[in-house]
């Protein structure tokens, strides 16, 4: 049995296929691999499009069976657009599961399948093959989730967590501590994450990438955040001190209110595992200073931030600012 990083695995269905795919979840169960699947994941009172929609957006993997009947299920072409929506994004692997001689969709033309129409080890071999090669890509993405999430705790001295929403909620943040002065007993938070990458070569976050994260902050309770990403900083900045361009920053107004605050970028995407901790300490005295030139106001404000820092150990051209 494998460990799986793959999260759920969404099998897309028509009702009229529930004897094939019952059998087919209790040998993916088998190999190690949790799985979303109506019957198991819905409850009465349940939107079913909402739900639908969430396990979709949710999957690292999407299952598709093709059929006679599933081709002419309105909800099948619901799924099957969110998750090809999801897979030319690259935020998604979609592996359609061919169980008789139904024409493939046109959204899965072109895509590898496995056939089914045979013995059915031969096609669950084919799926378990390409779930393997997912989930070795997953393994990698979560190991370094968990480096650089136990690095920031061994610099931070300690972590929490926060949940928005409640206590049930599934809005929940890490958390560290940082003084707001070296010898101060007074402190603030930040929130952290971390951003793996999801191909290799790792794809840059970019200018867009950038407008999202802008737009996920809005209403979070703090003025402070920091990512370590796997992936390359590609938007726009300027170097912070002079002479020095591994330290940069870059200033946008998301607030209607003009606070102020700051997300940190650590870029480890091209630096050796034995730096990061040194790297991450950095990141700390940075998040300390921006701290420090925060109004009190500022620091406690449950709001969203105008200015975005990044830091960086790639680059070391000249970057440019953008905005104000």
């Not at 494998?2 to 969404?10: D, N």
């Not at 129409?117 to 084919?126: A, D, M, T, V």
């Not at 007993?185 to 191909?199: H, I, N, P, Q, R």
């Not at 950038?210 to 902050?217: G, K, L, P, V, W």
């Amino acid at each position: 049995m494998v460990r799986s990083f793959l999260g759920k695995v969404f099998i897309s269905h028509s009702s009229a296929d529930k004897q094939f795919v019952r059998r087919l979840d209790k040998r993916l169960k088998r190999a190690g691999y949790d799985t979303w699947l109506d019957e198991h994941e819905l409850v009465a009172g349940d939107s079913l499009g909402t739900k639908v929609a969430e396990g979709i957006l949710g999957a690292q993997v999407v299952l598709v069976v093709v059929s006679k009947a599933s081709i002419d299920s309105r909800w099948l072409q619901y799924e099957l657009n969110l998750a090809t929506n999801r897979m030319v994004k690259g935020d998604c692997r979609l592996i359609p599961l061919v169980i008789d001689d139904s024409e493939l969709p046109a959204a899965v033309l072109g895509l590898l399948y496995s056939d089914f129409r045979g013995p059915f080890k031969h096609g669950f071999h084919s799926v378990e093959s390409a779930l393997q090669h997912q989930n070795a890509r997953a393994t990698a993405q979560a190991s370094f989730h968990i480096v650089a999430t136990d690095l920031i705790y061994e610099a931070f001295g300690g972590h929490g967590s926060v949940s928005l929403d409640g206590a049930y909620a599934d809005r929940s943040f890490s958390i560290v501590m940082i003084p707001l002065a070296e010898s101060s007993t007074d402190s603030t938070y930040v929130m952290f994450d971390t951003e793996s990458a999801y191909s290799e070569p790792a794809e840059p976050l970019t200018e867009g990438w950038c407008t999202e994260f802008s737009a996920t902050i809005d209403d979070l309770p703090a003025p402070l955040f920091l990512i370590a990403s796997e992936r390359p900083i590609a938007f726009d900045a300027i170097g912070d001190e002079v002479g020095r361009t591994d330290l940069v920053y870059r200033r946008v107004v998301t607030s209607k209110e003009g606070s102020h605050g700051g997300a940190v970028f650590l870029d480890l995407s091209n630096t050796a595992r034995e730096t990061w901790l040194a790297s991450i300490k950095d990141a700390k005295r940075l998040l300390m200073r921006l701290a420090q030139e925060l109004s009190p106001p500022e620091v406690a404000a449950r709001r969203n931030w105008p200015t975005l820092l990044v830091w960086t150990s790639k680059d070391r051209k000249q970057l440019k600012i953008v905005g104000s």
